[in-house]
Each structure stands twice: as C-alpha cells, then as structure tokens.
C-alpha cells in the first residue's frame, strides 16, 4: 500500500534531515518516495505503475508518495525542482534520484538493480 507522507511522518520513517546532517535511512526495507503533485500530468500517469508496484512488491519494499504542494520543505530538502522525481532508498548505502515518469520497466530494473530484488513473478 503506497502511503502519504508529511513532513513529520517523513521524518519518522525515512531520513530526518533536521536531527542528521548524514544521510542515516529509518526504514526496514528499501523505499521509493515519489515527490509529486496533483496537477502534474506525469505524476498522474506514475500514480498507476507505483499502485502496480506496491502489490507485486508487498512486504519487499515500501512505497512513500510527498506531495511537493503540501510540503514545500520536504521538497526543498531534497532539492526537487522537477516532478516527478522518485528518490530510491536501499536498505544500506546512498539514495539515488530519477526524474520524470519513468515506465514500470524502469522501475522494475531500479528495484533488481539498485535493491537487488529480483522482479516479483
């Protein structure tokens, strides 16, 4: 289930960036956050491919949407100045950033290669 995330929620689960100035992840499994907003037409057309993923994913990866409008902050933290931008977070090591609306094959190869899990059958 893909959940939306506040600042504060933001903080909890992912990384809070105003207790640590090193990137340290909160998480138990790897996460993708979509920053993204509700006019944007490519975040509508990303919204469907991330539902997809998070059932073939379930219990392997979460899921984090943070609307930009809402939580202008947040966005400027990470320094989003197009959306979509989806931030993948593995379990250990640097988060990666990718820009646009990107195809469900994308994503399905960022999650094999940059998580190493393999693509739900």
């Known amino acids: ?11 909890k689960k992912v990384f809070d960036y105003e207790a640590n ?13 979509d920053f993204y907003a509700d006019w944007c037409g490519p975040c509508r057309m990303v919204a469907p491919i991330l539902e997809d993923l998070a059932k073939e994913y379930e219990g392997k990866i979460d ?4 609307d930009t409008e809402a939580e202008q902050e ?3 933290v990470f320094g989003i100045r197009s959306i979509p931008s989806i931030l993948f977070i593995p379990k250990e090591g640097r988060p990666q950033m990718a820009q646009g609306a990107l195809p469900k094959q994308t994503f399905v190869k960022a999650i094999e290669d940059i998580f190493g899990i393999p693509a739900a059958a």
């Open 1 to 11: 289930m893909i959940q939306h995330l506040t600042k504060e929620e933001f903080k």
């Open 74 to 76: 947040l966005a400027a």
């Open 63 to 66: 899921i984090y949407k943070v």
């Open 21 to 33: 100035s090193e990137w340290t992840f909160n998480g138990d499994k790897p996460a993708i956050v």
